[in-house]
């Protein structure tokens, strides 16, 4: 069983950065799959971004060209690079890594002022 753990989260300022880390507790070499998701309060979870073991990423539409996603496999650690941050980003972002099966971490709040 694969245990995330986020790191990161807190309050900016808008148009601040911030930069999320997820540390796994295995190496994340033949993970086919990590990512972040957010939830914010009273709507679903959404993709963010993932990452594949190829390094192949895929992002929201909504986040393309100020956020970045990488993986460092000798970390065994995903990152999550947020610029020009909106208050509407204010959410629990959460890791998530497809490994054997689905695992999450227990999510991060990132909150952004107006």
């Known amino acids: 069983q694969v245990q995330l753990v986020e790191s990161g989260g807190g309050l900016v300022q808008a148009g601040g950065s911030l930069r999320l880390s997820c540390a796994a507790s295995?190496?994340?070499?033949?993970?086919?799959?990590m990512g972040w998701y957010r939830q914010a309060p009273g709507k679903q979870r959404e993709l963010v971004a993932v990452?594949?073991?190829?390094?192949?990423?895929t992002y929201a539409d909504s986040v393309k060209g100020r956020f970045t996603i990488s993986r460092d496999n000798a970390k065994n650690t995903v990152y999550l690079q947020m610029n020009s941050l909106k208050p509407e980003e204010t959410a629990v972002y959460y890791c998530?890594?497809?490994?054997?099966?689905?695992?999450w971490g227990k999510g991060t709040l990132v909150t952004v002022s107006s």
């Open positions: 998530y890594a497809n490994a054997r099966g689905q695992y």
């Open positions: 295995e190496s994340i070499f033949s993970i086919n799959v």
């Open positions: 990452i594949s073991r190829g390094g192949v990423t």
